[in-house]
């Protein structure tokens, strides 16, 4: 009766245990933009397994704002291993499931600038690149606030 008893306590706390790390791995399938912002959503990348990739439900608001721009360009060049996140929205799913945190915070800062964010292309624009896509963008900004075209 002993051997039985504590081999019930065994299973249950082992379904415990395995329900919890599947909840946790269920948590990380799949991204709602609406429910985080874009540094928590890199570390998210980076602690996902990165076994298949991530799919990411885009916002309809904008995901990527000017004070986000500063500490991304922090990560771009960090070789960082990540799960690859993807559009839900996209057809076609790439080869890659894995990616680098400077490789996402480019594909971001890609998003920023097009104000779509994730982008559905995959080539990602070099460092340099994106700082004058994003000082053009700015620039376009300023323009429009003081009434210049």
């Known amino acids: 009766m002993y051997r039985y008893a504590l081999f019930l306590f065994f299973l249950l706390v082992t379904s415990t245990i395995l329900h919890g790390q599947e909840a946790e791995a269920n948590k990380l399938a799949g991204v709602a933009l609406s429910d985080t912002e874009p540094l928590k959503f890199l570390l998210r990348l980076s602690k996902a397994k990165i076994t298949k990739p ?24 960090s070789d960082t291993k990540c799960a690859l996140p993807i559009n839900a929205l996209n057809s076609v799913a790439p080869a890659a499931v894995a990616s680098t945190i400077g490789k996402e915070a480019r594909r971001m800062l890609l998003g920023y600038v097009t104000d779509y964010y994730p982008p559905k292309n995959h080539q990602i624009p070099s460092t340099e690149q994106l700082k004058k896509m994003v000082l053009e963008k700015f620039e376009r900004k300023i323009n429009t606030q003081i009434g210049q075209p």
Not at 54 to 77: A, M, Q, R
């Open 54 to 77: 991530l799919i990411v439900v885009p916002s309809d608001e904008p995901f990527l704002g000017d004070e986000h721009v500063v500490s991304l360009f922090k990560y771009t060049e």
